[in-house]
């Protein structure tokens, strides 16, 4: 059984896609909100990037989040 952690912020969904973290499925049981869930890896600390997100320690390519923003939305939308 896998361990997820949901995530209905979309810019820390996206900044997390980016650094590597696995969506594995979008919680659609509110109707207000999706939730991302991510897959918790054992050998990645998905809190510490948490962390750095909310302390604005995260550096990444403008690219690199376009390219994982882009793909959040086409998930989001795409899938009903």
Not at 21 to 44: A, G, H, P, T
Request: aromatic share 12%.
């Amino acid at each position: 059984m896998q361990n997820y952690m949901k995530c209905s912020d979309f810019q820390l969904s996206v900044t997390l896609s980016a650094l590597g973290y696995s969506v594995e499925e979008l919680d659609r049981s509110n109707n207000e909100r999706v939730k991302f869930c991510f897959v918790i890896d054992k050998n990645k600390s998905i809190q510490k990037a948490v962390d750095a997100f909310w302390k604005g320690e995260v550096r990444l390519e403008p690219k690199t989040l376009f390219f994982h923003q882009k793909l959040l939305k086409n998930r989001l939308f795409g899938e009903k």
